[in-house]
């Protein structure tokens, strides 16, 4: 501790304490008021140090006013470190939706526990699996009871036998209308995928054929998986600086990947860079990264049918959108990137989307305020993208995920919002000349989305989406025409443990279910 | 020292450590997600800001505080009620912050940073001149010097907050202060001198 009466004679002493004049003791702060009574110097110094910290007032920030918990879900699911809100011990005893038309319930004991058969011949089946004291085990909501056998078989693999056997018991004694025109499900064997806990839900998947490419972070590195078919295939380390990736394990704003049908390259920044791998699963080599570009967040790529095309987001005080060309083999095909979109000021611009038509490109990204932007761009002979039309859509609640689909006079944009109201997931196509058609909301919650996806079918569009409520999650599968018009219920299935989207096309849903010791895969038709 | 922004003045209710300890200990006891988010929402905004002032952008500022927040989720288990949940969330969110500022020094080397552009500036544009001399003064000071002078120069935090959320003694944050403060100073005059040339 200083001696203070040495303060009087030291102004070195003193200017050490001059930032804390406003807060010392009274002793203190009369030993200084004595020093600075008789030193210019001194006195000068504390008037610089006031100056400046009037200064630096000025350069207080206020952080806008909005909501981040939801995002704050999406990030703790995505990246797999929830542990189960409850365990299915402790779970309460779910209300009984009430299921309109009349129809008709039966109870079935088994083994300790009850298995509750309800229809309404409005909205199909629900069959509830309780314990005695009508804690729920598993619950589902199906279209037709083949449906909810196919379900049941489904979450049996996962949880327990004991629906599976029960459904099996009771499909012969009911009776039932059942719509002709509703898909019938069926459920392939699950595949354990890793026996450790070391496998977070997949940051993305993508898929060529019947192959399916999974990537995910585990302790800050990056690993991808082949699936090939149900069977898991090799696993590839992808970033070799693990050290610097676990001293950095969040610092990463997305990954992504596309496939050109028989390889795949995937994209994603680790500590401001961005980094392509390229994966060919006929190959034996080891996938070597290349530097895209730094800095950069928020990355995005896809096919074009030609080659690769990478967009991310610079990040500086003017943040900036830059697309790239990329090879067959993960390498630029360009020397320089191209500039698509700037702001001004600090504002956030993030998760770019594009979509590629010929020489059309569509560009879509979330601003600061939660708006999508973007623009429509036509390649000159020279490669460069020109600017045909600028997007702009603003709406009362904030954007999420984008996903962008061609169509035949333009594309369609299925998105992700949320507001304090809920969350929803919308529609709205994209004319050539930059106009958004009337949104059309094709999911409305009140519960979390953690995870969503949507894909053209045969017969128009699919959206699964999965929920996150205090009963567990419930994956949703629902069918809409091409004009969006729903075209079956959505069918439910609760299940008591986290799960992902892992892979889905038009003939599977891929899903991962983490059971906690092991993840399984589990696909759906 | 004052609270010159309000970024303190959060109302009593909002800051009560009692209800803070209350949704702790739901949290710890069953995993109560009800108990989070009513953390999580009552210091969003505080957290949000105090990210946004020490890293100076926006985007890294929102995804700052969701890390942060998962960290607090990860680790509010072995959270102890010897210092207020507010006390310990704050020195997260500072130390994460200060981290991302190391990380971002190593890597901005070769970056054409807004001193460069500076100079470039047009001479009407006065205000927003000014205001970029500031941050690159700021961009001048180290990782620790920076940390520090925000939380007390920009923010209005006592030297005591500072020394407490910097887990140092109060002469030490005192010493480190005017340091950060000389030599923002300095850099500030530099930048004057060189921008009156141009």
């Known amino acids: 501790m200083t001696d203070h009466t040495d303060i009087l004679k030291d102004c070195a002493l003193v200017d050490e304490l001059l930032v ?125 009871l083949t449906q909810a056998a196919a379900v049941v078989a489904g979450t049996t693999i996962v949880t327990t036998g004991l629906a599976l056997g029960a459904a099996m018991f009771l499909m012969p004694s009911v009776k039932t209308p059942v719509p002709p025109d509703q898909p019938v499900g069926s459920v392939a064997p699950a595949v354990k995928i890793t026996t450790r806990r070391d496998f977070t839900a997949p940051l ?59 390889s795949y390259v995937v994209v994603g920044d680790a500590d401001g860079s961005l980094y392509a791998w390229h994966i060919d699963p006929t190959s034996t080599d080891e996938p070597v990264s290349t530097l895209l570009a730094k800095p950069a967040t928020h990355p995005d790529i896809v096919w074009t049918g030609k080659h690769y095309t990478a967009v991310w987001v610079t990040p500086s005080d003017s943040p900036v959108i830059e697309t790239l060309d990329i090879d067959h083999n993960g390498r630029p095909a360009e020397t320089t990137s191209q500039i698509l979109a700037a702001t001004e000021g600090k504002n956030k611009l993030s998760y770019p989307k594009i979509l590629i038509q010929g020489s059309r490109m569509t560009l879509l990204y979330r601003t600061h305020q939660g708006s999508m932007q973007g623009a429509i761009y036509e390649r000159d002979q020279g490669g460069i993208w020109q600017e045909q039309a600028r997007l702009n859509h603003q709406s009362q609640s904030s954007v999420g995920q984008i996903q962008l689909f ?40 009140r519960s979390h989305i953690v995870d969503w996806q949507s ?46 989207l892992f892979g889905f096309n038009a003939e599977r849903i891929l899903l991962l279910v983490d059971e906690g010791k092991e993840q399984r895969l589990v696909p759906m038709r | 020292m004052t609270d010159r922004r309000g970024l303190r003045s959060v109302p009593k209710e909002e800051v009560s450590a009692a209800e803070d300890f209350e949704l702790v200990r739901r949290f710890k006891a069953s995993g109560d997600p009800q108990a ?32 942060v927040f998962i960290k607090v989720y990860n680790g509010l288990h072995a959270f102890e009620p010897k210092v207020t949940f507010r006390g310990w969330l704050y020195r997260i969110a500072i130390n994460h912050c200060r981290d991302l500022l190391e990380k971002r020094s190593r890597r901005a080397v070769d970056d054409l940073t807004p001193v460069e552009l500076i100079p470039q500036m047009p001479k009407q544009e006065s205000g927003l001149v000014a205001s970029m001399m500031l941050e690159a003064a700021l961009e001048r000071l180290s990782p620790d010097y920076r940390t520090a002078f925000i939380l007390q120069a920009v923010e209005g935090y006592s030297i005591a907050e500072v020394a407490d959320f910097l887990g140092i003694g109060f002469e030490a944050a005192a010493s480190r202060l005017r340091r950060a403060t000389k030599q923002f100073s300095e850099a500030y005059e530099l930048l004057c001198k060189r921008s009156k040339r141009s």
């Open chain 1, 20 to 144: 804390a004049y406003s807060e010392l003791d009274t002793e203190r702060r009369g030993y200084i008021d004595a020093h600075l009574a008789q030193c210019e110097r001194c006195r000068q110094e504390l008037a610089e140090i006031e100056r400046v910290q009037k200064l630096a007032c000025k350069m207080h920030l206020e952080s806008p006013v909005i909501d981040r918990y939801p995002e704050f879900l999406r990030r703790l699911s995505a990246s797999r470190q929830l542990t189960q809100l409850q365990r299915i011990d402790e779970m309460p005893p779910e209300p009984t939706p009430q299921l309109d038309g009349g129809g008709f319930a039966a109870i079935v004991p088994l083994f300790g526990r009850r298995l509750t058969v309800r229809t309404g011949f409005q909205r199909g089946f629900e069959l509830n699996l309780t314990r005695a004291d009508g804690s729920s085990i598993l619950r589902i909501n199906a279209g037709s």
């Open chain 1, 204 to 262: 993305v998947t993508a898929t060529a054929g019947e192959t399916t490419l999974a990537v995910w972070r585990h302790r800050g590195a990056l690993y991808a998986q082949l699936v090939n078919q149900n069977e898991p295939g090799r696993r590839y380390k992808l970033s070799q600086e693990e050290e610097e990736w676990i001293r950095t394990p969040m610092f990463s704003s997305g990954v992504k990947v596309a496939s050109d049908g028989r």
């Open chain 1, 406 to 445: 061609a169509t035949d006079d333009g594309c369609r944009v299925v998105w992700s919002a949320s507001s304090p109201q809920g969350e929803a997931i919308c529609s709205s196509l994209i004319s050539a000349d930059g106009s958004f058609s009337e949104p059309r909301t094709l999911v409305v919650s």
């Open chain 1, 455 to 500: 894909q053209s079918t045969a017969t128009g569009f699919r959206v699964v989406w999965i929920e996150q409520t205090s009963a567990g999650e419930r994956l949703f599968v629902q069918q809409f025409t091409p004009q969006l018009e729903p075209q079956t219920s959505p069918h439910a299935i609760v299940f008591q443990m986290p799960v992902a």
């Open chain 2, 36 to 67: 989070f988010e009513a953390l999580f929402r009552r210091y969003q905004q505080y957290v949000a800001s105090l990210c946004l002032s020490i890293l100076r952008s926006s985007a890294e500022a929102e995804d700052a505080l969701q890390e």
